[in-house]
């Protein structure tokens, strides 16, 4: 797959650092059917809406890839999808899983509310080709990366342990931390590990 997207210049404003906050904290909203915030009070930070800067290609786009009823919007899924692309590997992709958009948006707006303020994922690694998860030291052979269904996450101001967390209630298939970032899946269920 291979597209141009309209995708905006990465931000470089810095974000704050909300101290002492926890999942303990966050404020009594709109609950969707799973019990996690709809929405928070920034704009674009909901479960329709996903913010995501790409670590290696330098793209940042805020795309809303559910319609107000809740449907797909496939034109804003390809989107994310090609910056989910494998940039290292001759920019490569293919159609990103929408659960997994789902799972990080769930993620993301309940950072949002836990921090109060906008919580935008850095993505380290979305699609990755076989050839490439190969090249990978510790790649597992059947990597949901290759199958569009995982991302390799962080957020500016934000422990790792807080994503752990939230991806846990999320109720994430797949959940693995790492130094640098945090690996959320929705492929087969149940799978935790620590690097």
Not at 84 to 102: A, N, S, T, Y
Not at 109 to 120: A, D, G, I, S
Request: proline share 5%.
């Amino acid at each position: 797959m291979r597209r141009d997207a309209n995708l905006k210049n990465p931000s470089r404003r810095r974000l704050l650092v909300a101290a002492g906050a926890s999942l303990a904290a966050a404020p009594i909203m709109a609950m969707s059917s799973w019990g996690w915030p709809r929405c928070s009070r920034h704009a674009g930070f909901d479960e329709r809406h996903l913010t995501v800067s790409q670590i290696g290609g330098g793209e940042t786009a805020q795309i809303a890839f559910r319609t107000s009823r809740g449907i797909a919007d496939m034109p804003a899924v390809n989107e994310l999808s090609w910056l989910f692309r494998d940039w290292r590997d001759r920019d490569m992709g293919l159609l990103i899983d929408v659960r997994l958009f789902d799972m990080l948006a769930a993620m993301q707006t309940l950072l949002t509310v836990v921090e109060n303020r906008p919580v935008p994922f850095l993505l380290h690694s979305g699609y990755r080709t076989p050839e490439r998860n190969r090249t990978i030291e510790g790649a597992a052979i059947h990597s949901q990366h290759i199958v569009g269904r995982a991302a390799d996450i962080s957020a500016p101001g934000v422990d790792h342990a807080q994503i752990v967390k939230v991806g846990e209630l999320a109720g994430a298939h797949g959940l693995g931390r790492y130094p640098d970032f945090t690996h959320i899946d929705v492929g087969p269920r149940g799978r935790r590990w620590s690097a």
